[in-house]
């Protein structure tokens, strides 16, 4: 899933991507890329709410869990900026950024040690028999 993920940061190069983490325990099993909506995709990324919506409500309604989002910095670091500090909410969902080669997570939290709202949290891949996947 990272790798797709990446292969949609590089293809769409020219603006942030971003979409929704689904999973339990911490552990991503699936995601959904969203339309970014933010006035400026090229600098900034916005879920579509409309889709944020209808992934809480299947949530409740039993389906699969958010676990976070994921979003692109084209032309950065895969470290938050203050703009994402900003726009998190200290929920203990993850955020996820990659840049097309690579990747890093963070939890959204209070206090946090980057801008007080995320703290990394060490992001492991696995292959399709659940094992490690060799970097």
Not at 7 to 15: C, G, K
Not at 17 to 27: D, P, Q, S, T, V
Not at 54 to 65: D, I, L, Y
Not at 75 to 81: C, D, K, N, Q, R
Request: net charge negative; proline share 4%; with cysteine.
């Amino acid at each position: 899933m990272l790798a797709e993920i990446q292969r949609l940061a590089l293809a769409d190069a020219a603006q942030e991507i971003c979409g929704i983490l689904f999973g339990l325990n911490g552990r991503v099993s699936s995601y959904r890329a969203t339309q970014n909506v933010a006035r400026d995709p090229r600098r900034h990324f916005e879920i579509d709410p409309a889709s944020l919506i209808a992934a809480e409500k299947k949530q409740r309604s039993g389906g699969v869990n958010i676990l976070g989002y994921y979003h692109s910095h084209p032309t950065g670091t895969v470290h938050p900026s203050k703009t994402d500090a900003q726009s998190a909410a200290p929920d203990g969902r993850i955020w996820l950024i990659v840049n097309g080669q690579d990747a890093a997570a963070w939890r959204a939290v209070d206090e946090g040690k980057n801008y007080g709202r995320f703290d990394a949290i060490e992001l492991d891949c696995f292959d399709a028999k659940g094992q490690i996947a060799a970097e």
